[in-house]
């Protein structure tokens, strides 16, 4: 089965503290993931694919195939990264699989 | 670059009314569009997939008469939800993506539906 697994709704952290948001999948295939992000009343936006291995805003991610995971990182959380994040993954015809979310609340 | 734009971000109508969402891509050829659903506090569900130029391949459960998929140039798809009724209440995403298929989906702001 095709499922993408985000086992927190929601993750407060301090301003400063390291933050880590968990995304699991299941997949046959050759797994294709992203994060995505949205901001309180915008449209989601493009935070990170794996295949780009970089850092967008200081978070990274990394495809983890044993594990089968694509977990979320940020060394130092900052005030506006508080948003929902969503982790998905494409399968089969370019479709999106997605989580069910984490919203991330850095607190002063 | 890669804007999709989605109008009308809000709808309030009565139950029985037919209700359009477009959704456009301004600056790039989108030969795929997906429209998604989703319920507060929840995830985003596909609805459907739509080529343009063919016939949109919807997921299991979504009923196709109710849900009009219609992707007629590759800037525009649109979703229509035929005589809808309080429980289509929602918000409606769009996405699109080009022909590139190293460049991943892009968003609409969405369209919430109220239907009373």
């Known amino acids: 089965a095709q499922r993408v697994t985000q086992p927190e709704k929601l993750l407060s952290v301090f301003k400063g503290a390291p933050v880590e948001l968990k995304c699991n999948y299941s997949y046959s295939g050759s797994p ?77 | 670059g890669a804007v999709v734009s989605q109008h009308p971000s809000r709808v309030i109508c009565k139950s029985g009314t037919s209700v359009k969402i477009e959704c456009r891509s301004l600056d790039f050829q989108a030969t795929t569009m997906f429209w998604y659903r989703q319920f507060p506090k929840q995830s985003l569900m596909l609805m459907a997939t739509s080529n343009e130029g ?50 991943p989906q892009h968003f609409g702001d969405g369209t919430r539906l109220s239907i009373l």
């Open chain 2, 54 to 103: 063919s016939k949109a391949t919807y997921e299991q459960g979504v009923e196709k008469d109710k849900f009009l998929i219609n992707h007629a140039s590759l800037t525009l798809s649109t979703l229509t939800v035929t005589s809808a009724h309080p429980e289509d209440s929602s918000f409606y995403i769009c996405s699109a993506r080009s022909r590139d298929y190293n460049q």
């Open chain 1, 32 to 108: 294709e993931l992203f994060w995505y992000v949205q901001y309180s009343r915008q449209r989601l936006q493009l935070l990170l694919r794996h295949i780009s291995r970089e850092s967008i805003k200081g978070f990274t991610a990394d495809l983890n195939k044993g594990e089968t995971s694509f977990h979320l990182k940020k060394p130092f959380a900052q005030e506006e990264d508080s948003a929902m994040y969503y982790c998905a993954l494409s399968v089969g015809t370019y479709k999106y699989i997605f989580g069910t979310g984490t919203r991330l609340k850095v607190l002063a």
